[in-house]
C-alpha cells in the first residue's frame, strides 16, 4: 500500500520565479492537505483540498494557489517566489472528515 | 501569544528512561489531538491521536489530554536511540481539518 507520494523532493529556484510542487495521496483517500514548515518550526497549514475544491485555507498569501484533480493528486503553486519561502512543503492525505492526516516526505524548496 | 506552545528542548535522556513531552494551547474549541514523531529531513509521522479528555496507550507510547487545563502530554516509556527525533503536538477543531502545530521538542536518547 503505497503512502503518500511527493515530487520532486528537492528544488532551488530565484527570486521572482514560480514552482509548482506535487503530491499523491494514500490509497483511499480523498482530502489533501499542504503544510509549509520552516526550520526549526512546526508546519503551518496553507490549505485542504477536497472534491477538486479548495475547502480550507491557511493564513497565507494569493502567491500560494493549488489544485485537486479527479484522482485526488493535488498540486501546490507558489508565485512570485520570495527567499522567506524557503522551507519544507509537506503534503498530507485523510479520507474527508476523518480525524488523521498521513504526510508524505515533503520537497525541500530552496529560493535563491 | 502563540494558539500551540511546545518547549523546542533539546532534550537529552539516557536510554531506558521515561521522557515526558508537553503542549498547551490557548483555543478551547481543538478536540483533536495528535503526536507526530519526525527525523531530520523527513515528513511527521504520525504515533498517537486522541479525541477530546483522555488517556491512550500504544506499546511504549501513552498521551495524555487535559482539557480542563488546555494542556497534553506524550510519555515515552523504556526510551531508545531510534527515538531521537523531533516530537510534534498537533490539535484540530474539527474532524480532518486544518492542524495547528506546535514547534517540536528535540529528543535524544543516548546509549
Known amino acids: 500500500d503505497a503512502g503518500v507520494t511527493q515530487s520532486p523532493t528537492h528544488l532551488i529556484k530565484t527570486r521572482g520565479q514560480q514552482v509548482t510542487l506535487r503530491c499523491s495521496p494514500k490509497?483511499?483517500?480523498?482530502?489533501v492537505s499542504w503544510y509549509q514548515q520552516a526550520l526549526g518550526q512546526g508546519p503551518q497549514f496553507i490549505f485542504q483540498?477536497?472534491?477538486?475544491?479548495?475547502?480550507q485555507r491557511g493564513n497565507f498569501p494569493d502567491r500560494f494557489s493549488g489544485h485537486q484533480f479527479p484522482n485526488y493528486s493535488s498540486e501546490l503553486n507558489v508565485n512570485a517566489l520570495l527567499l522567506g519561502d524557503s522551507a519544507l512543503y509537506l503534503c498530507?492525505?485523510?479520507?474527508?472528515?476523518?480525524?488523521?492526516?498521513?504526510f508524505g516526505p515533503g520537497t525541500r524548496l530552496l529560493v535563491l | 501569544q502563540k494558539e500551540v506552545e511546545q518547549d523546542p528542548g533539546p532534550l537529552s535522556v539516557p536510554e531506558g528512561a521515561i521522557v515526558s513531552l508537553n503542549c498547551t494551547y490557548s483555543?478551547?474549541?481543538?478536540?483533536?489531538f495528535m503526536w507526530y514523531r519526525q527525523y531530520s529531513r523527513k515528513g511527521p509521522e504520525l504515533l498517537m491521536y486522541?479525541?477530546?479528555?483522555g488517556n491512550k496507550e500504544d506499546g511504549r507510547f501513552t498521551a495524555q489530554v487535559d482539557k480542563s487545563s488546555k494542556y497534553i502530554s506524550l510519555f515515552i516509556r523504556d526510551s531508545q536511540p531510534s527515538d531521537s527525533a523531533t516530537y510534534l503536538c498537533?490539535?484540530?477543531?474539527?474532524?480532518?481539518?486544518?492542524?495547528?502545530f506546535g514547534k517540536g521538542t528535540t529528543l535524544s536518547v543516548s546509549s
Open positions: 498530507a492525505s485523510s479520507l474527508r472528515q476523518q480525524e488523521t492526516q498521513y
Open positions: 490509497s483511499g483517500h480523498d482530502t
Open positions: 483540498y477536497y472534491e477538486e475544491e479548495e475547502r
Open positions: 483555543n478551547s474549541a481543538f478536540q483533536y
Open positions: 498537533a490539535m484540530s477543531v474539527a474532524a480532518g481539518t486544518a492542524l495547528i
Open positions: 486522541t479525541y477530546s479528555s
